[in-house]
């Protein structure tokens, strides 16, 4: 499970990447696809092609990090980020969490949670 701070947000690219691409590949593809900074210290996501490979970049404060895994059977499922004309989606840790470990978003339903209201 992933624990990170609310701060930090979580963007997944829906284009396919090549997995051959390292640190400085993958910020060039955060910069230039996605239109973020990859020293924002905020995780980007990158599936291939087959989707059953998956890396993510992220900046801890002194260096690049790459968290990379490979499925041995069965592929990552991103039908309920896909949109037409959309290069990215925002996910919440929970999410990338489910992603992750192979459950597909499309028919998981988020119950209502409490947000309180802003005093005017």
Do not use: M, Y
């Given at each position: 499970m992933l624990t990170l701070p609310p701060?930090?947000?979580i963007f997944v690219?829906?284009?396919p990447a090549d997995m051959r691409r390292s640190l400085?590949?993958?910020a060039t593809m955060t910069r230039e696809i996605l239109r973020d900074d990859p020293l924002s210290g905020h995780l980007f996501v990158f599936f291939?092609?087959?989707r059953d490979r998956t890396k993510i970049l992220f900046w801890d404060r002194s260096g690049l990090c790459l968290y990379y895994?490979?499925?041995e059977k069965g592929v990552f499922r991103l039908s309920a980020l896909e949109r037409p004309k959309r290069v990215r989606a925002e996910v919440?840790?929970?999410e990338l969490a489910l992603i992750l470990e192979g459950i597909d978003l499309a028919h998981a339903?988020?119950?209502?949670?409490?947000?309180p209201r802003r005093a005017v």
């Open positions: 701060s930090v947000r690219c829906l284009s400085d590949g993958l291939n092609r087959r895994k490979r499925l919440e840790a929970a339903r988020r119950r209502g949670r409490f947000v």
